[in-house]
RNA sequence: GCUGACGUAGCUCAACUGGUAGAGCAGCUGAUUUGUAAUCAGCAGGUUAAGGGUUCGAGUCCCUUCGUCAGCUCCA
């Protein structure tokens, strides 16, 4: 017998009787009219179902507007419908694939015998406004056509492998991007200036931080003065950092033979992100080949091997901020941000397996430290599982996702699982931070490994005189400085804290004979440790102070007659537009050395 | 690596369907001596990514290589 009635629960917990057949839209307006105009979709059971599809009996049911999150994704699925739509149109033989929706929009993947271009995508977009106007039935949401044919734009276009396997079928995907409000777009389209305002390699070449120079190769940094500076202070940081936890500095070679790491397990599963081998010089044997090296965990476990080892002397803390070298493809360089030549801020850490979990508190308390107190970062963690290519046993890798788990349980830590995302010796926790808009972004890493103490045979004594195995951590805190220097151009769009600045302070003399005085307020900030230098270009005022605004220098001290009498500057703050502070020059060296001294984020004089 | 687009002065960009490379900024020189986001004038700056081809003639058309960009894949 079918029932002439549903009943749906709703948010609040009331529950709602509906004649058999009722949709979604039918519950809006039962609920009252403003609804019914705001609804998009509804949430049925936790699934997103559009409006016009009939209600089961006993569920919970929710109704979505465009304030809700999930009904973006309902809108974007529409758009991607009316790309699809639009592109059958004009394109018969087009085949379909998949079209979901994404963050900030939608794609739709085709296969097409020749690519999309441009001229194309102006054709489509021109459709997909008639196909609205139409009033194609997927288009359920109930909203004013006229408008909505200005809330979505076609991006790009570019190929893309069938179901993101590189081995099959290149199809063209397009992208797309749609939003309930011609102003969302608006803005959104905005927000995509804003970002490529602060691109790092844009900013890099203005402020002179790097280069990358054909003559050399992709992928290769060449840090300049200014760029070399916030690389310095940042190692600085962290050196002190770790030091003062126990840690000790070592250096290893860049080259080895690489019977070392087809021991470490490197080759072959790691190969293809290496540099061929070369042989010995001239005059050498051929049979000797050697590699440069594209992670350090091999060379420190030398060092760990070089003697023997007590349970006493662990963890051992093995720091090394090293340059290894790894062959990125190259359509996935990218500025700093990937790079064949990368700086580590990299450690070894040699554990007995109890001790596992007080590290990996330590290493979330650096992290803290540096991501969340200094930067003033917020991040989130991953764990990240056993790959497909990988060393060892399941046994091992059940034990090490174990580990970490339970250090991230008992330090009441909040995380998602990245499935299949670990290195190939081991599982590791993946820190994520967000910068100043929005994104996310990778640096910070702590990886555990049980594979390459057993490969090394790796040793200590223990308490019953008897041979044990150490565990390792691998981990590094900033990432790489060249991806994490990239982000920080991104997040501080080139206005560094004071401590970062290559240029702290430039002292502005307003006419030349402030020249002497401005060169002794120089020589003071310089002795103070302060790295500041004199504008001394005959150029106006006015010049000088927008030059040292697109520079970004935090502070200009400004030096007119009357302070070179008074012995007094006047400070203009970095963005903080013409007001000054004028300050005796004694008073202003202490506030910026306090303001380095703590790496603070905000100035402290404005 | 794959698909597509692109590569002109240090930077940002011009140069009609092939007709002999031009501007702004930056730089240098001179004048100016400036009170919080561009003082004025002059000068210099280019094997048009590299190599080959078509043509009377190539920045422009074709081929190869290198590189860049947007994605895919991969990743710190």
Redesign the pocket.
Known sequence: MVASEIRVTLPDGSEKRLPAGATAADLAKAIGPGLAKAAVAARVDGQVWDLARPLPDRMKVAILTDKDPQALDVLRHSSAHVLATAVRQLFPHAKIGFGPPIEDGFYYDFQVPT?F?PDDLERIEAKMHEVVKADYPFMREEVDRAEAKRRFKLL?A????WR?D?RRQ?L??IYGTAWFTKEDLESYLRRLEEAKKRDH?LLG?QLDLFS?Q?DV???LIFWHPKGAMMQFQLRRFIEDVILERGYQLVYTPHLTREELFLRSGHLPLYAANQFPPMAAGEGESEAVRYRVKPMNCPMHILIYASQQRSYRDLPIRLAEIANVY?N????????M????G?TMDDAHLFLREDQIEQEIFQLLDIVELVLGKTFGLSYRLDLATR?DKKLGTDATWDQAERALEQALKHRGATYRIDQGGG?FYGPKI?VKFNDAIGREW??A?IQLDFEQPERFRLEYAGEDNKPHRPVMIHR?IY??L??FCGFLIEHFAGAFPLWLSPEQVRVLP????QLPAARAVQQRLAAAGIRAHVDER??????K??DG??HKVPY?A?V????AEAGTV?V?SR?E??K?VVLPLAEFVEQVKEEVRTRALTPSIR
């Open positions: 690519p271009t790009h570019a190929g893309a492998y993101g590189e290149m063209q995907r390699r070449k990358i054909e190769g992709p992928g790894r990125e493809r190259s359509g996935t360089l990218h500025g941000l990937r790079v064949r990368l790959p290195a993946d990778q640096g890493t590094a990432g790489t060249e991806r307003i006419a030349d004979a005959s150029e106006t005022l006015n010049y102070v927008r605004e697109t200009m400004v007119g007659q009357r302070e006047a203009r963005g537009g013409n000054q």
